[in-house]
């Protein structure tokens, strides 16, 4: 279910509904029951697969706390939910890799095998792997089998994050949530926030345009194409970003808190602080459990930029089994390698931004665009030809208005989003003590916002972190 379909509100309400009625201590039965049903609606059988994953995992933690060489069951563990990973994910990406070599050696082709990808399995792999590490590590105690499964499946955050670690979330289930007014409101707004990003400009304005261009690659006019590069980094973020949004504000209803995944990253003056402001749980996960461990930026200049390089092959990996995707993590690793090289990282590390940090805010973004068509072109090949349209195309043409337009537009809600977001606290406060009037405007807005979404996006598309 799709958080921005008519099943889902059915579900949700229905699900508030039982919790209101429920005893407290049977919260998270009820939440852990919530959590596996949603999953079993897109395709059952794979609730199987979830559940011995986490089973044979949870079983590995316990004998891992009862061991002399507790090590090797981590090795255990996070090479089981690795190949299971690898097998769904990248078996026919390693098949059609190695065919050239095999016709080359008159070898028989490998039978591609039909697997369809078990939604989530990326994100929820990640957090079963890092549970076992900190539960290793003794940065967390080990929670029941009922809070582990509740853990990895709450289903806020299950599809497509944000990845949660245990410290984040497993005290809040400890406790059972802790709903209030204030909260619920707080995820009521969340929710309007992220449909409006999600169904009207990622879907309405952005999606359409950017499908056209992308459909044949190369062949749209110059500021076509360089429109449709731009529209899609403006669709990935508000799709994404949406999805946390809704993620966030329905955890909220529910009486927990998800962090932050998302901090204005286009305002970003250097790649290593896009991706601090980016997929912000993605990149502390890669961090603490690729970089660091690789050796991070303790050795030499040259083994700094391995290590960032092997990081960002694997990100690239992660996000999809593609050359394109192995290109988008090379292109990011070499970025982030050259900057850390020439010290343009340095200064970045404030949050404050002043007009002096433009032209950096500028040259990062058009990185980050510029490698964003291998993550949008189908092929490698077809974002190569992108590429070339952008740089050979002449742009002393009529420019396409519509395009242009919402461009310009998420642009400036983009720098302006924080402010947005601020404002909208202030009129919740304002709205919040007016007792007769505060709760019908605030109504009407939601409901306007509510109609809007359902008008421009019927059923909902699916988001595109979905895929992985």
């Not at 009521?188 to 879907?203: R, Y």
């Amino acid at each position: 279910m799709l958080f921005n379909s008519f099943q889902f509100a059915i579900f949700f309400v229905a699900l508030l509904i039982v919790l209101r009625v429920a005893p407290w201590r049977a919260r998270v039965h009820v939440l852990l029951a919530a959590s596996l049903l949603f999953y079993t609606l897109w395709i059952p059988s794979y609730l199987l697969l979830l559940l011995g994953t986490l089973g044979v995992n949870y079983l590995l933690v316990l004998g891992m706390m009862r061991s002399q060489h507790p090590r090797r069951y981590v090795i255990v563990s996070i090479a089981f939910t690795l190949s299971l990973l690898a097998a769904f994910k990248y078996a026919v990406f390693a098949i059609e890799a190695v065919a050239p070599v095999l016709a080359q050696l008159r070898m028989g082709p490998i039978p591609a095998p039909d697997l369809l990808l078990p939604l989530g399995i990326s994100f929820y792999s990640f957090e079963i792997i890092s549970l076992t590490i900190d539960i290793y590590r003794r940065r967390q105690p080990c929670p029941s089998f009922a809070r582990y499964v509740l853990f990895v499946t709450f289903f806020p955050h299950l599809i497509a994050g944000p990845i949660m670690r245990g410290y984040e979330l497993l005290p809040q289930l400890a406790a059972g949530g802790a709903p209030d007014p204030a909260r619920t409101r707080r995820g009521v707004w969340l929710i309007a926030a992220g449909l409006v990003k999600k169904a009207i400009f990622a879907d309405y304005f952005l999606a359409p345009f950017v499908n056209d261009v992308f459909a044949e690659p190369g062949t749209a006019s110059g500021p076509a194409q360089l429109l449709a590069v731009y529209s899609f980094a403006f669709q990935i973020y508000f799709d994404f970003a949406g999805y946390t949004d809704m993620a966030r504000g329905l955890a909220c209803m529910l009486g927990f808190e998800l962090p932050h995944n998302f901090l204005e990253p286009y305002l970003s003056r250097s790649a290593s602080e896009f991706w601090r402001r980016w997929h912000i749980s993605l990149s502390r996960w890669l961090r603490d459990y690729l970089y660091i461990p690789l050796g991070g930026n303790r050795g030499s200049a040259v083994r700094t930029a391995l290590n960032l390089m092997a990081t960002m092959l694997l990100g690239g990996l992660w996000h999809g089994a593609g050359w394109n995707f192995v290109v988008w993590g090379a292109l990011h690793g070499c970025l982030l390698a050259v900057e850390r090289w020439f010290g343009a990282t340095r200064g970045a590390e404030t949050d404050q931004l002043s007009w002096r940090d433009v032209p950096r805010i500028l040259f990062t973004f058009h990185a980050v665009c510029l490698i964003w068509v291998t993550f949008r072109a189908p092929t490698l090949s077809a974002a190569v030809t992108v590429w070339t349209a952008l740089f050979t195309k002449t742009y002393f043409v009529s420019w396409p208005v519509l395009p242009t337009v919402v461009v310009l537009v998420c642009a400036g809600l983009h720098v302006l989003e924080r402010s947005v977001h601020g404002w909208l606290s202030a009129l919740q406060a304002l709205v919040a003590r007016n007792a007769w009037w505060g709760p019908a405007i605030e109504g009407a807005a939601l409901g306007a916002i509510l109609m809007a979404a359902v008008v421009m996006s019927g059923a909902g598309a699916e988001f595109i972190y979905f895929q992985f």
